[in-house]
């Protein structure tokens, strides 16, 4: 079982380097709470929003976010409400899940990231 988890990582990892996007990360989803220093005015305009990726209808998903450093963090930089949100879609007919931290009000974005597969489970 460890050898096929193994072997899936390294696949998902090489899907991503040919395709030039930043892969991501497992556990806290790569967020330090002491680092929020890239904020981009919105998802498309971050250097890891993957060219031609296409939402797809009720794939959109906004959570609470849960880490109170982060959070914390965050609202120093732009103060009011931020959410966690998974987004699947395609990128040249293949599935991808986009994940960042959006502020509610002013659409600006933390921690862009692409996974080669779409998130479940939205709890």
């Known amino acids: 079982m460890k050898r096929l988890r193994y072997l899936g990582l390294k ?40 060219d031609g990726f296409e939402g797809v209808k009720n794939g959109t998903k906004k959570i609470t976010v849960k880490n109170e450093g982060l ?8 103060p009011g409400e931020w959410k966690k949100v998974y987004q699947n879609g395609y990128v040249n007919g293949e599935e991808a899940s986009i994940h960042y931290f959006q502020h509610t009000k002013t659409g600006k974005v933390f921690n862009v990231k692409v996974y080669w597969e779409w998130s479940t489970g939205w709890n």
Do not use: H, M, V
């Open 71 to 78: 959070l914390e963090q965050l609202r120093k930089i732009e």
């Open 11 to 50: 696949i998902k990892f090489w899907r991503c380097t040919q395709r030039g996007y930043p892969c991501g990360s497992e556990g806290n989803g790569g967020a330090n709470p002491d680092e929020p220093k890239k904020i981009y005015d919105s998802a498309k305009k971050a250097p890891e929003y993957p």
